[in-house]
């Protein structure tokens, strides 16, 4: 599963982590560091696997549980129309 940011949609990293602001419609997520690190990896990577992995060497957890979260994240985003 590819993940890419839909064209109006841009990443903008902040103090706090990052905004995703979609400049169409006015809308922003805001995501936490561990949101926004699983975002930027994403987007580097293009897959939950890999991505999921990342999670499992920065935050010490089970694959299985960081997999869930990725795929959460991606599940959102997409309702929400920030992913393609």
């Known amino acids: 599963m590819t993940v890419q940011l839909r064209d ?17 419609r006015g809308t922003y997520w ?4 561990t949101g926004t690190m699983i975002v930027k990896a994403l987007l580097a990577e293009g897959d ?15 694959l299985d ?5 990725v795929r959460a994240l991606v599940a959102e985003m997409r309702t929400a129309g920030a992913f393609r």
């Open 8 to 24: 109006d949609v841009v990443l903008n990293e902040t103090e706090y982590g990052a905004i995703l602001l979609d400049q169409r």
């Open 65 to 69: 549980s960081a997999r869930e979260d």
């Open 48 to 62: 939950v696997e890999t991505t999921a992995r990342r999670l499992v060497e920065r935050y010490d957890i089970e």
């Open 30 to 33: 805001q995501l936490n560091p």
